[in-house]
C-alpha cells in the first residue's frame, strides 16, 4: 500500500511540474545487473509508467539501444534518451540529447556534438562544489545549447548567486530563440576582426542570432564579424538590450559587438570569459517615448512584454500586453523609474522582435489624469468655442537646467472642439466661488495676498485672480463643471489654426497686450489682442497655469503659459518676464501651496464638449 501511494504521489508532482513546463526525467542504471532480479528493459519501462517520465538518464552511457528506446517506447512516444559524456558519432543517431562532463577547455569553444548533429539537445553539466560556473554556462550558450547543475557533492562557492544569476540571463535567451539554436544551418567560427573572441551564426529566414564568447580580459567593444545590412531587419544586442547599427568599413559591413572586461588573473579558470549575443530581427514594433508617454504598435505576434529594465527572472517590474497599439504612461505603470524601457514582441513563447527606448535621468513624465466634465446643454457664458482642428504644436524654453517636456520639434496634432473661458478667471469671479462654497484651503499662506482682510479690493475685481496655488484652481473650475486646459488646448487656443506666433499675428505688438507694465490690468483690456478664435487676454497680464503636471523624479513642476506684466532684466537667471509668445513655456515648481501662491500667476478654464 505504502509503496503504491509513493508511485502515485512522484507520478502527481511529475504531472504538476509538466503543467508548469517542466519535463520529468527518470535516473535509470542499465548497467546495475546485481542489485536487481527483473529484467532491465521491462523494469525501466515500468517506471517510466510509474512516474508518467518524459525520458531517462542513461547513466554513464553514452548510447542507447534498439532495446531500450522499444522499452520505452512500449509505454509513450516521446521518451528521450539521455546520454552521458560525449557521445561519439556512431551512437549519435539513437541519441537526441545528452550531457558533456568538464570539457571544451583549449580554444576554440566548439561543441563538436552540436557541429555535427544541430538538433542534437546537448547540455553541458556544471559542478557546483567545483566552484565557479561562469565559464561553463558561457561556453554552452555560445554552442547553443543549455546547463545542467550537478548539486550531488556538496559544498557551495562564494560566487553562486553572482553565476546562477549570470546562467538565468542566457537560458533565458536560449529558450527565447529555440529555433534559431536548432537551425540545421548554423555557422560556427565566423572570420572576427579581433582575436579572442569567437562567432557563431545562427541563421533562419527571417531572424538570425549569433553567439559571441570573448577571452579578452579588458572587454571588447567594436566592429567584429561581417554581415549583410537589410532595411526590413535591425541588429540588437540581446545580452545588452541595446539597439545597434551596421559599421561600414573597407567596403564592407561589420556588427558591432561589445563584451564586459573581467580580471585577467581568471584567465585560465571556471571564472573567465564573457559573452554577447546579437540577432537581426524583422522590424515589426514601432515605438516612441515622449514625456513618459510610451506610444507601440506591433500588429503581429501574441504577446508584447515591456519591462522597466532588463529582462531577467529576477526583474518583476514587466507589464504583458496583446499585440496592438498602446498608449503607457510608464509613471504609472512602472512608479517613478529612469532607465531603459526593453519592448518585446514574442510568438509562441519566441522574440519576434525588440525595441529599445531611453528615458533618460530627470526626464519629465506627464502626471495628471483628467476627467471631463459635465457636457453643457447650450453654450456656456462667457466661453468660447474652439472647433476641432489640426495644427502644429511646437513649445520650448531655453532654461533646461531642469529639464522640460521635449516639445522643441514641431508635431501635427488634432484636437477636438471644447469652450474656453473668453477671459483669465477674474477676482470677481473667484470671490463668487468662495460665497458660494466657502471655500478656504488647507494652507492659507499667501491665499489671495493681495485681498485686504479677506476682501476683493473694488478697483481689482475685473482684474485676473492671483495668489492662487494649482489646488485653489482646480477648486474653483472643480466648482464651475469645467477644469483646467491642456498645453495644447491652451496653445491651439491662442495661435489657431494659422500657428500664429502670438495671439494677433506673427508681429509682436505692444498696443494689443499688457506690456510688462509692472501691475495686472483688466482682462478686457486690450481688445485688439483677441486671438483667431476670439479668446482675449492670453499674453502679457499674468501667467497662465494648465493642467499639466509632470514629476521628473526629483521636482514636481505644472506649465504655464502666456508671459506676465512682471519682468526683471537685471539677470537672465529670473523667470523671463513680460508678454511671451504662444509657443514659449514655462515650469511652476510645486513646493507647496503658499510658497507656489504669487502676484503674477493666475488661470483660465476649459469645458468639454461631451463627457
Request: one cysteine or more; glycine letters at 8%; proline letters at 7%.
Amino acid at each position: 500500500m505504502k509503496r503504491y501511494l509513493i508511485k502515485e504521489k512522484i507520478k502527481s508532482f511529475s504531472q504538476q511540474w509538466k503543467r508548469e513546463g517542466t519535463r520529468f526525467f527518470i535516473c535509470y542504471n542499465p548497467w546495475d545487473e546485481s542489485t536487481r532480479s527483473e529484467n532491465p528493459y521491462s523494469g525501466m519501462a515500468g517506471l517510466i509508467e510509474a512516474t508518467d517520465a518524459d525520458g531517462v538518464v542513461l547513466d554513464c552511457h553514452g548510447a542507447s539501444s534498439y532495446e531500450l528506446q522499444k522499452a520505452a517506447d512500449s509505454v509513450k512516444a516521446g521518451v528521450v534518451m539521455y546520454s552521458e559524456g560525449m557521445a561519439v558519432v556512431a551512437d549519435m543517431p539513437g541519441i537526441v540529447s545528452g550531457r558533456v562532463h568538464d570539457a571544451i577547455y583549449m580554444p576554440p569553444p566548439l561543441n563538436l556534438n552540436k557541429l555535427i548533429k544541430p538538433d542534437f539537445a546537448i547540455f553541458r553539466v556544471c559542478q557546483i562544489h567545483d566552484g565557479r560556473i561562469r565559464r561553463e554556462a558561457s561556453v554552452a550558450f555560445f554552442n547553443g545549447y543549455g546547463t545542467e547543475l550537478n548539486t550531488f557533492a556538496p559544498g557551495q562557492f562564494d560566487n553562486m548567486e553572482e553565476d546562477l544569476v549570470y546562467l538565468g540571463m542566457t537560458t533565458r535567451l536560449l529558450r527565447e530563440n529555440t529555433s534559431n539554436f536548432l537551425s540545421m544551418d548554423w555557422t560556427p567560427l565566423l572570420p572576427a576582426l579581433t582575436d579572442s573572441i569567437w562567432v557563431n551564426k545562427w541563421p533562419l529566414a527571417d531572424k538570425t542570432v549569433y553567439t559571441l564568447f570573448s577571452l579578452i580580459p579588458e572587454g571588447f567593444k567594436g566592429p567584429l564579424f561581417e554581415d549583410v545590412p537589410s532595411e526590413r531587419h535591425h541588429p540588437v544586442s540581446l545580452w545588452h538590450h541595446e539597439e545597434l547599427d551596421w559599421i561600414e568599413k573597407d567596403g564592407k559591413h561589420y556588427l558591432p559587438a561589445t563584451t564586459s572586461s573581467f580580471n585577467s588573473f581568471e584567465l585560465d579558470t571556471r571564472a573567465e570569459g564573457n559573452i554577447d549575443c546579437i540577432a537581426v530581427l524583422p522590424e515589426i514594433i514601432r515605438a516612441s517615448l515622449s514625456n513618459g508617454i510610451l506610444s507601440i504598435e506591433a500588429l503581429k505576434g501574441e504577446e508584447l512584454r515591456l519591462w522597466a529594465g532588463i529582462p531577467s527572472y529576477q526583474n518583476e517590474k514587466v507589464k504583458i500586453l496583446p499585440p496592438g497599439n498602446h498608449t503607457i504612461n510608464i509613471l504609472e505603470v512602472f512608479g517613478n523609474y529612469e532607465g531603459k524601457i526593453v519592448i518585446q514582441l514574442f510568438e509562441n513563447d519566441e522574440l519576434m522582435d525588440e525595441k529599445i527606448v531611453m528615458l533618460e535621468p530627470g526626464s519629465p513624465r506627464l502626471e495628471t489624469r483628467r476627467d471631463k466634465t459635465p457636457a453643457p446643454h447650450k453654450k456656456p457664458e462667457g466661453m468660447v468655442l474652439i472647433p476641432p482642428g489640426t495644427f502644429s504644436f511646437q513649445a520650448e524654453n531655453t532654461d533646461q537646467f531642469i529639464p522640460y517636456p521635449d516639445t522643441k520639434e514641431p508635431v501635427s496634432i488634432t484636437v477636438s472642439s471644447y469652450y474656453i473661458d473668453r477671459y483669465p478667471v477674474t477676482n470677481s469671479q473667484f470671490a463668487d466661488f468662495i460665497m458660494a462654497t466657502g471655500y478656504l484651503p488647507d494652507d492659507t499662506v499667501n491665499f489671495l495676498k493681495h485681498w485686504t482682510n479677506g476682501k476683493m479690493p473694488a478697483a481689482l475685481e475685473d482684474h485676473p485672480v492671483v495668489y492662487i496655488s494649482l489646488e485653489d484652481a482646480r477648486a474653483y473650475a472643480v466648482w464651475a463643471g469645467k477644469r483646467l486646459p491642456t498645453e495644447i488646448e491652451w496653445q491651439y487656443a491662442a495661435q489657431g489654426p494659422g500657428n500664429f506666433l502670438w495671439p494677433w499675428g506673427n508681429e509682436f505688438d505692444s498696443t494689443k497686450c499688457n506690456n510688462a507694465s509692472g501691475q495686472t490690468t483688466a482682462v478686457d483690456s486690450f481688445p485688439n489682442g483677441k486671438s483667431p478664435f476670439g479668446v482675449m487676454d492670453m499674453t502679457g497680464n499674468v501667467w497662465q497655469l494648465t493642467d499639466d503636471v509632470y514629476n521628473n523624479g526629483t521636482y514636481y513642476f505644472v506649465i504655464m503659459k502666456g508671459g506676465s506684466f512682471y519682468k526683471p532684466t537685471s539677470s537672465w537667471w529670473y523667470v523671463k518676464g513680460g508678454p511671451q509668445p504662444n509657443n514659449w513655456h514655462q515650469q511652476l515648481l510645486l513646493v507647496s501651496p503658499s510658497f507656489d501662491r504669487n502676484a503674477t500667476v493666475g488661470f483660465r478654464c476649459v469645458k468639454d464638449i461631451s463627457e
